[in-house]
């Protein structure tokens, strides 16, 4: 089983910066999927950015060119930056990870994980 803790949200104002971490431990696949979800208030949980351990990765069509993802395999940390932060990106966000085969195309959709972190909340003010 893998444990994940993310860390990193605050409040912000928009059009500021965060970086997400989600520090991974215990049983971690050779091969994987890794990702982050946020879920609003009243929301269904959606799926932001995916990486494949093989570095492929997939953003939601709403953080492209804002948001980034991306891995410290020494340390096994999953990271998000995200730039230019909007109102509508307020959520709590959640890591997650599943075992993929090699050439699997990852996937932002929570039904395909098993692993999740708890959540870290990130603010955005107007």
């Known amino acids: 089983q893998v444990q994940l803790v993310e860390s990193g949200g605050d409040s912000v104002q928009a059009g500021g910066s965060l970086r997400l971490s989600c520090a991974a431990s215990?049983?971690?696949?050779?091969?994987?999927?890794m990702g982050w979800f946020r879920q609003a208030p009243g929301r269904e949980r959606e799926g932001v950015a995916v990486?494949?351990?093989?570095?492929?990765?997939n953003y939601a069509d709403s953080v492209k060119g804002r948001f980034t993802i991306s891995k410290d395999n020494a340390n096994n940390t999953l990271y998000l930056q995200m730039n230019g932060l909007k109102p509508e990106d307020t959520a709590m966000y959640y890591c997650a990870a599943e075992g993929a085969a090699m050439g699997w195309v990852c996937k932002a959709l929570p039904n395909e994980y098993n692993n999740w972190g708890q959540g870290t909340q990130v603010t955005v003010s107007s």
């Open positions: 215990g049983d971690i696949y050779p091969s994987y999927c």
């Open positions: 990486l494949h351990s093989d570095g492929t990765t």
